[in-house]
C-alpha cells in the first residue's frame, strides 16, 4: 500500500504559478497528477514513468505545466505556471504500480487525498 499526501494547494491569480508537491510512502512505476473541477469528471493532467523519466502532459497544460521527481525523497512535483481560471480544481496524486504509465485513471493503484486550486481572473 502506497500513501500519498499533497501539499502546495492555494489560490493565486491568473497568470500566477503554483507548486504542487507529492510525498508517497514508497515507489511506484507511475506517478501521475489527476484533476476534478466543480461539476466535472476526473482528468489526467500529467505523469511521469520514474524509472525512464518519460513524461505525458494533456493538451490543455502543455507548455505551461511541468512534471518533476525527486527520487530520493520519493516526491513528485506539479509546477504550474500560467495559470487560468479552469484550471482551478482538486488536484490528486496517484501511483501506478503497472507496467505503463499514462494519463488514464484506471491505471493508477492509489491516490491522495486531494489539494484544492484556485485561480480567480
Known amino acids: 500500500q502506497v500513501q500519498l499526501v499533497e501539499s502546495g494547494g492555494g489560490s493565486v491569480q491568473a497568470g500566477g504559478s503554483l507548486r504542487l508537491s507529492c510525498a508517497a510512502s514508497?515507489?511506484?512505476?507511475?506517478m501521475g497528477w489527476f484533476r476534478q473541477a466543480s461539476g466535472k469528471g476526473r482528468e489526467g493532467v500529467a505523469a511521469?514513468?520514474?524509472?525512464?523519466?518519460?513524461?505525458y502532459y494533456a493538451d490543455s497544460v502543455k507548455g505551461r505545466f511541468t512534471i518533476s521527481q525527486d527520487n530520493a525523497k520519493n516526491t513528485v512535483y506539479l509546477q504550474m505556471n500560467s495559470l487560468k481560471p479552469e484550471d482551478s480544481a482538486v488536484y490528486y496524486c496517484?501511483?501506478?504500480?503497472?507496467?505503463?504509465?499514462?494519463?488514464?485513471?484506471?491505471?493508477?493503484?492509489?491516490w491522495g487525498k486531494g489539494t484544492h486550486v484556485t485561480i480567480s481572473s
Open positions: 496517484a501511483a501506478g504500480e503497472g507496467g505503463y504509465c499514462s494519463l488514464g485513471a484506471g491505471g493508477m493503484n492509489y
Open positions: 514508497g515507489i511506484s512505476n507511475c
Open positions: 511521469i514513468y520514474i524509472g525512464g523519466g518519460t513524461t
